[in-house]
């Protein structure tokens, strides 16, 4: 990752309803959660979530799908685990530390553990 892409999604997160919804949204799975059920949710007026919603998805760092009437977001995990390979690069005394797996998010993952 180049570290003006890591710097971009750094700022998207770095609003408290911006993370709270990227975290939501990571908890949600790679299904995601339409727009509308993470404003209730968070207790937040659609239109305020919409607008921190496009931040994350221009960073990068979230997907949207129209599906009908309904907006589904959704993590983009390959991102995510970019931007943690890129912030934990050469940790650990200059080791190289393995960030999250995309598998460990997987409905069938979580039904075996």
């Known amino acids: 990752m180049e570290t003006k892409h890591a710097v971009k999604a750094l700022a998207a997160i770095a609003h408290e309803s911006r993370l709270e919804a990227y975290r939501h949204l990571v908890q949600a799975g790679p299904a995601g959660m339409p727009a509308g059920q993470l404003a209730e949710l968070m ?22 799908t129209q599906e009908g009437r309904f907006v589904f977001y959704s993590v983009k995990y390959d991102s995510m685990t970019n931007l943690l390979a890129y ?8 080791n190289p530390c393995s960030p999250v797996l995309i598998e460990a998010c997987s409905p069938a993952q979580k039904a075996t553990t």
């Open 87 to 94: 912030l934990t690069e050469n940790c650990c005394g200059g």
């Open 43 to 64: 207790g937040i007026p659609p239109s305020s979530l919409s607008f921190h919603l496009k931040e994350l998805v221009n960073a990068d760092l979230l997907t949207s």
